[in-house]
């Protein structure tokens, strides 16, 4: 069983366009992040969630908004999309606020 | 704000021989250290932790040591195999800001 599940792995899409990546987690955990890892590889922490309350709102455009329906999911949608959103974007679990963080697959996104 | 930085950016090694990978951190009240090793292509997959109440923890091949004075943690692998071969991220955070902050990666490849 996939501990943070990821959907979909990869995303094509035209400049522009509104698109959302989905995440799962199965472990019980009470916090969900999202990252940002450019070409460089430079892993950036986005967005965070506690108990379905957002914790952690970084310098990130407002094209981006996080939604967490429950504790289980958090899901990332974008809005106007750019070229200079091409990028891998990794959401990860862990049971609580500064404990051990998990991540899922990730969603590599490429704009055209 | 937190930073943290990386060194060395690429290590190469034989195989059999040692690696350290070195961070520093900037915020004192940093107190959790995790590392995370990537391979090509796959999610950062969690390896070591150190809290900020302990100097030292080993498993096996990797150790991880912490000197709060100086604010540097460093990685050590020993017998390396080629299995080892990825990019390493070293990260920080604290109570304070919940924030996990990465160091920009070190990619060791060992030969054979």
């Known amino acids: 069983d996939t501990a943070v599940s990821q959907t979909p792995k990869y995303l094509v899409t035209q400049m522009g366009n509104d698109k959302s990546i989905k995440c799962e987690q199965n472990?019980?955990?009470?916090?969900m992040y999202w990252y940002k890892q450019d070409s460089k590889k430079f892993l950036k922490i986005m967005f965070s969630?506690?108990?379905?309350?957002?914790?952690i709102n970084e310098t990130v455009p407002n094209r981006f908004s996080p939604k967490s329906p429950d504790k289980a999911h958090l899901n990332l949608h974008i809005n106007s999309l750019e070229l200079g959103d091409s990028a891998v974007y990794f959401c990860?679990?862990?049971?609580?606020?500064?404990?051990?963080?998990?991540f899922g697959d990730g969603t590599r996104l490429s704009i055209l | 704000g937190e930073n943290v930085e990386q060194h060395p950016s690429t290590l190469s090694v034989q195989e059999g021989d040692s690696a350290v990978i070195k961070c520093t951190y900037s915020d004192s009240a940093s107190n959790y250290f995790p590392w995370y090793k990537q391979e090509l292509g796959k999610r950062p997959q969690l390896i070591i932790d150190?809290?900020?109440?302990?100097g030292e923890k080993k498993d096996q091949r990797i150790a991880v040591t912490l000197n709060k004075t100086a604010k540097h943690f460093s990685l050590h692998i020993t017998e390396t195999q080629p299995e080892d071969s990825a990019v390493y991220f070293c990260?920080?955070?604290?109570?304070?800001?919940?924030?996990?902050?990465f160091g920009t990666g070190t990619r060791l490849q060992v030969f054979p």
């Open positions: 150190i809290r900020s109440n302990v």
């Open positions: 990260a920080a955070t604290s109570y304070n800001t919940d924030k996990l902050i």
């Open positions: 990860a679990s862990s049971l609580d606020r500064n404990q051990p963080q998990h």
């Open positions: 969630y506690n108990n379905k309350e957002l914790i």
């Open positions: 472990l019980g955990h009470d916090t």
